[in-house]
Nanobody
Framework: QVQLVESGGGLVQPGGSLRLSCAAS????????MGWYRQAPGKERDLVAS??????TNYADSVKGRFTISRDNAKMIYLQMNSLKPEDTAVYYC???????????????WGKGTLVTVSS
C-alpha cells in the first residue's frame, strides 16, 4: 500500500502564511513527481505546484511569487504559502506519480487533503 499524508492546513488571515507538508510511505520503488492540487467549493481540482525528482518546479500562475514547493528527501514535500488571499481557500491535495517496483508502470496517488481557509 501507498499512503500520502498531508498536514499543516488551517485558518489564516489574509496576508498570512502557512506551510503544508506531505509524506509518502509504503511500498515505493521510486517517485517521479510530487505536487499539490487544490479544490475550492464548486470548482475543479487544479494544479498548484509540482516538483520533479531532479528538483524542477512548476507553478500555477495564480501562486507564482507567493508559494514555494520544496522537497527535502525522496518522499517528503512542502508547500510554503505566503501572502495568502481569500481566493486561496480550498482543500489542498498532495499527489505523487510513482513506481511501486522496477517493473511497474507509473501510477498517480492522492492524499486525503487538508483544508486551508483564508479569512479575516
Amino acid at each position: 500500500q501507498v499512503q500520502l499524508v498531508e498536514s499543516g492546513g488551517g485558518l489564516v488571515q489574509p496576508g498570512g502564511s502557512l506551510r503544508l507538508s506531505c509524506a509518502a510511505s509504503g511500498s515505493i520503488f521510486r517517485i517521479n513527481v510530487m505536487g499539490w492540487y487544490r479544490q475550492a467549493p464548486g470548482k475543479e481540482r487544479d494544479l498548484v505546484a509540482s516538483i520533479s525528482s531532479e528538483g524542477s518546479t512548476n507553478y500555477a500562475d495564480s501562486v507564482k511569487g507567493r508559494f514555494t514547493i520544496s522537497r527535502d528527501n525522496a518522499k517528503m514535500i512542502y508547500l510554503q504559502m505566503n501572502s495568502l488571499k481569500p481566493e486561496d481557500t480550498a482543500v489542498y491535495y498532495c499527489t505523487a506519480n510513482l513506481y511501486r517496483s522496477p517493473f511497474s508502470s507509473g501510477t498517480n496517488y492522492w492524499g486525503k487533503g487538508t483544508l486551508v481557509t483564508v479569512s479575516s
